[in-house]
């Protein structure tokens, strides 16, 4: 094979050649083949290449490109295909060197110019394949984010979303084929958005205002964020177990008896690229896991259903455990026989029998033992008095 590389990856505006680099419209002069969706291969002049068309849905294109390996091909996506783009999907499939990138100018640099705003410091995300809840961490009086949206009928959607949770009044401006000869610019409210058509390709800058509850930035949210039937860690001790945890960027979790799932979803919460497992033996539990995961729009998080040893069979390894649930010698042995070193361990016992097990543990692999114990105000007859809560040990280590 030659070494220069045979697929050319060309970002295209909707103001189709005009806004292409020199370099661009070369690639396309000389490419054999040039495969777009319809809509872009629309906005180009005749070529002197064959070209095909982009099939729906978009997984069924990539087979067909890697049977033109060895041809001169140009792959046509939109804007910047790095920036919530096809150029990624494209590349995973693909060796060092086989390919080229020219990218074009993204939606969200347009939107951006025509609001005025600073890129670095507005939020740029795609949602055109995932759920608005992903918007829901973020969400405070104030911020600016620029949303990149699957169709018209999604602006819908996003409007009631944000009226849903308290933010109807956030001004948005609605921009439709953004860069061309047919670019619209639409001003309005999120709570009037249900009452107007819009026409995909399109993205939405909103600025939020409003009422809404603000999910906090430091852990130890308050329970309320986490449905639950009691089982759920509470929101001090959450707070000091994120905190031995120590989460750090590109981490994996495992959540032994997750509960109410409120120490993953925590964990997921201190930054993009965590993952985490939780593991919950109740399938009404596990049921609710995944719905305080869909409502914080933390769909990085994985549920299984299962007893804790065996359900961890077979399962990623991770950099971090907690055990809120389910603790046991079995597990304490299983843990320490397949978990590498350096990953960290956290467990909390309520029991005497389980803060036994942890003292034993410690006294074999060190650590640390902590004691939490609480008290809250309450009324005591026409006084207030303080009501302890039961205390809770918690063991760190790092294996």
């Not at 729009?297 to 804790?308: F, I, M």
């Not at 359900?311 to 455990?321: I, K, S, T």
Request: hydrophobic letters at 45%; a negative charge; proline letters at 7%.
């Amino acid at each position: 094979m030659s070494d220069t590389p045979w697929l050319t990856i060309v970002g295209l505006g909707e103001d189709g050649a005009q806004g292409l680099s020199a370099a661009s419209l070369a690639a396309l002069q000389e490419a054999e083949l040039v495969m777009g969706p319809p809509r872009h291969l629309s906005l180009l002049p005749d070529l002197k290449a064959e070209t095909l068309p982009w099939p729906v849905p978009f997984a069924d294109g990539i087979p067909q490109l890697m049977a033109l390996r060895g041809r001169h091909v140009v792959v046509l996506a939109s804007g910047d295909p790095f920036w919530f783009g096809a150029g990624s999907v494209l590349t995973r499939h693909l060796d060092p060197g086989e390919w080229h990138a020219l990218p074009g100018v993204s939606c969200f640099a347009l939107a951006a110019a025509r609001m005025g705003w600073p890129l670095e410091t507005t939020l740029c995300i795609g949602l055109h394949a995932a759920p608005l809840s992903r918007l829901r961490p973020h969400l405070a009086p104030g911020l600016r984010a620029v949303v990149l949206l699957r169709d018209g009928a999604a602006v819908a959607d996003l409007g009631a979303y944000l009226t849903d949770t308290g933010f109807g009044a956030s001004p948005v401006m609605v921009c439709e084929a953004l860069g061309g000869p047919r670019e619209t610019l639409t001003r309005t409210r999120a709570d009037a958005l249900e009452k107007q058509s819009f026409a995909a390709p399109l993205c939405v800058a909103v600025e939020i205002s409003g009422e809404g509850a603000v999910l906090p930035l430091a852990s130890g949210r308050s329970d309320t964020w986490f449905a639950n039937d009691g089982q759920i860690t509470r929101r001090p001790v959450r707070a000091l177990t994120l905190s031995a945890l120590a989460p750090r960027p590109g981490e994996h979790l495992w959540d032994i008896g997750g509960g109410s799932g409120s120490i993953a979803l925590e964990w997921l919460m201190a930054h993009p690229s965590l993952t985490a497992t939780s593991f919950e033996a109740r399938e009404d539990r596990a049921a609710r896991i995944r719905e305080n995961a869909t409502a914080l729009g933390l769909d990085r998080l994985n549920v299984l259903t299962g007893q804790a040893p065996a359900v961890l069979e077979g399962q990623p390894l991770p950099q971090a455990v907690f055990i809120g649930g389910g603790l046991s010698t079995d597990l304490l042995a299983k843990l320490e026989a397949i978990l590498p070193a350096g990953t960290r361990l956290v467990a909390n016992a309520v029991t005497l029998e389980s803060e036994a097990l942890l003292a034993q543990s410690r006294a074999r692999l060190g650590g640390d033992l902590l004691r939490i114990e609480l008290a809250e105000a309450e009324a005591l007859g026409t006084r207030q008095g303080w009501a302890p809560g039961r205390p809770i040990v918690q063991w760190s280590v790092t294996l």
